[in-house]
Every structure is written in C-alpha cells, then in structure tokens.
C-alpha cells in the first residue's frame, strides 16, 4: 500500500512542476512593448507653400543590451516637390514626444534617398531610426512629433502633428542596474540596425503568471525533497 501511495504522488510532483516550467516560459515570452499605427495629420510649410497629408505612422523598437534602437515607419509621403530630387539629395528626420516614465524628446533620422525622386510626386519617407537609453524604470510612451524633410542642402518642408495623435508605441523598459534616474530630458541621435521587433500585448497578466509559476516551482520541488527522503527511509 506504500508503494501504492507514493507512484500517484510522484505523478503529482512531476505534474506540478511541468505546471511551473509552463509558467516560467509565459513569463520569458512576455511582450514588453505595445505597438499600434497610428493616423499622423501633417502639416508642412515648404518653400512652394502650405501643404498637408495624413499618414499612419508604426513605432517599433529592438532591444541592444541596455538600449533600444526605435525604428519609425511612415506608410505615405506628406509632402512633395515641384522639381525632381537627385539619388541622395533628401534625408529626413523627425524628433518623437516621450510620456509616461520619461519626458521629453528622442531625435530618429532616416537615409539619403536611394533613387531619383520625379518632381509632384509624394517623397517617400521610408524609415527613421534613433538609439533610446532609460534613463527611469516604467512604461514610456513614444508619439510622432515634428517632422523635417531636408533636401537640396535646405530643410525643404517641416511638418508639424495637428491631431494630436496618440502614442504609437508603449515600451515597458527596466534602467541598467536596476536604478531610477531622475535626471535631464533623453535625446539621441544615434543610428543603429538588426533585431527582431518585440511581441506586443498587456503586461500585468504575464507578470502575475509568472509570480505563480514561481510559487508553484518552489512548492514542487519541495514535495520532490520530501518524497526522496521519505523513499531513501
């Protein structure tokens, strides 16, 4: 009967801590950034006069050890030029509001134009990149803000949000260390490459599975403690 009672237990230790790996790895799996497209109502003054355009604008970010390069997608062009743009004559550049745990503004630039631009055609934007450091632990928000289209050795157009528009993305960051600064505003210009974009999604629920997960590891191993000793007798 002894021997009975203990196979039913061993089934229920190893039960229990398939449960908590379970856990654990919904823990490491858990999304650290929401994302969205978001409509981006522009509008530019040029050399040629007012202009204005509405594009969906994509926030993404890669983690690169304590930093994040922050990737900045436009979908349409905002503005256009009267003339054609030589191969290599147009660099945008725009600077993104930073809310939540940090203030502020991040400074995201793109790269020359790879190919001839016809004149009253919309430039394409393409993708605007910039290195993000924490300065604070918590959720910092990442919204479009000013937009400078230069060209021809002259800030071409400057386009400024008129909607208001909500954050494209909210990143959940944790300062190196494990320390808060409260310091100055972030900034940065710094360009970098690679990576795969994060999962996006709620934060709260994960963390609290993963608490779980942890109980329920410590609980199993200590019912595998006890039932090796309790065999070994």
């Not at 858990?30 to 530019?44: F, H």
């Not at 147009?90 to 016809?118: C, F, Q, S, W, Y």
């Not at 000013?146 to 990143?171: I, Q």
């Given at each position: 009967?002894?021997?009975?009672?203990?196979?039913?237990?061993?089934?229920?230790?190893?039960?229990?801590?398939?449960?908590?790996?379970?856990?654990?790895?919904?823990?490491?799996?858990?999304?650290?950034?929401?994302?969205?497209?978001?409509?981006?109502?522009?509008?530019?003054e040029t050399k040629i006069g007012p202009k204005g355009a509405v594009s969906p604008v994509d926030i993404k970010a890669v983690k690169n050890g304590s930093s994040y390069t922050i990737?900045?997608?436009?979908?349409?062009?905002?503005?256009?030029?009267?003339?054609?743009?030589?191969?290599?004559?147009?660099?945008?550049?725009?600077?993104?509001?930073?809310?939540?745990?940090?203030?502020?503004?991040?400074?995201?630039?793109?790269?020359?134009?790879?190919?001839?631009?016809?004149?009253?055609?919309?430039?394409?934007?393409?993708?605007?990149?910039?290195?993000?450091?924490?300065?604070?632990?918590?959720?910092?928000?990442?919204?479009?803000?000013?937009?400078?289209?230069?060209?021809?050795?002259?800030?071409?157009?400057?386009?400024?949000?008129?909607?208001?528009?909500?954050?494209?993305?909210?990143?959940?960051?944790?300062?190196?260390g494990g320390s808060s600064d409260t310091g100055s505003d972030s900034g940065g210009t710094e360009s970098t490459s690679g990576?795969?974009?994060?999962?996006?999604?709620?934060?709260?629920?994960?963390?609290?599975?993963?608490?779980?997960?942890?109980?329920?590891?410590?609980?199993?191993?200590?019912?595998?403690?006890?039932?090796?000793?309790?065999?070994?007798?």
């Open positions: 009967m002894r021997g009975a009672w203990i196979v039913p237990y061993r089934r229920r230790a190893a039960f229990t801590l398939a449960a908590a790996v379970a856990g654990s790895a919904v823990l490491a799996s858990a999304p650290a950034a929401q994302a969205a497209v978001v409509d981006v109502n522009y509008a530019c990737t900045m997608s436009f979908e349409k062009g905002v503005s256009d030029s009267p003339i054609e743009l030589p191969k290599g004559v147009m660099t945008p550049r725009a600077e993104l509001k930073l809310g939540g745990a940090d203030t502020g503004t991040l400074k995201v630039e793109g790269t020359p134009n790879t190919a001839a631009i016809p004149p009253n055609t919309p430039i394409k934007i393409g993708q605007l990149t910039g290195t993000y450091t924490p300065k604070k632990s918590g959720k910092v928000t990442f919204t479009a803000g000013l937009l400078t289209v230069h060209a021809l050795g002259m800030d071409a157009a400057v386009c400024t949000p008129k909607n208001n528009p909500a954050p494209s993305l909210e990143l959940d960051v944790t300062v190196a990576g795969e974009l994060p999962k996006t999604g709620p934060l709260d629920s994960a963390t609290a599975l993963g608490t779980l997960g942890g109980t329920v590891l410590l609980t199993g191993a200590a019912g595998v403690l006890w039932l090796t000793r309790r065999t070994a007798r």
